[in-house]
């Protein structure tokens, strides 16, 4: 298991996740496609928020199951709790220090459809 910090752009927001990068998703829904990240998902208890929690911004939509969060400062997602089945979070892996993005293959999801 490889511990990540992860930060915002302007590193107001700070968190670290407990993981193995050997999925990452691009999704087609209307949110993702527009933001392009590439997500990774993690169990609760291999996701800490470290500081900035007064800095996140919430936004829901559709069945509002997931929680997407932005930082208010430099408007950068670093991740999203989603509860559609069970909770999860799931990360922007571009926000990951030391993950090379480039080196990942995406699965593509249909959250259009969801």
């Not at 990774?40 to 929680?67: C, I, K, M, W």
């Amino acid at each position: 298991m490889t511990r990540y910090r992860g930060t915002c752009h302007c590193g107001a927001v700070e968190f670290q996740v407990e993981t193995e990068l050997d999925r990452v998703v691009r999704c087609n829904c209307s949110l993702c496609r527009r933001r392009g990240s590439l997500m990774h998902y993690v169990p609760p208890e291999r996701f800490a928020l470290l500081s900035g929690g007064d800095r996140l911004v919430q936004y829901q939509f559709n069945t509002r199951t997931a929680t997407h969060f932005f930082c208010e400062n430099c408007g950068v997602f670093p991740f999203f709790r989603s509860d559609a089945v069970e909770e999860v979070y799931v990360v922007n892996v571009a926000c990951l220090e030391g993950a090379d993005v480039s080196a990942l293959e995406p699965e593509r999801i249909d959250g259009a459809s969801y």
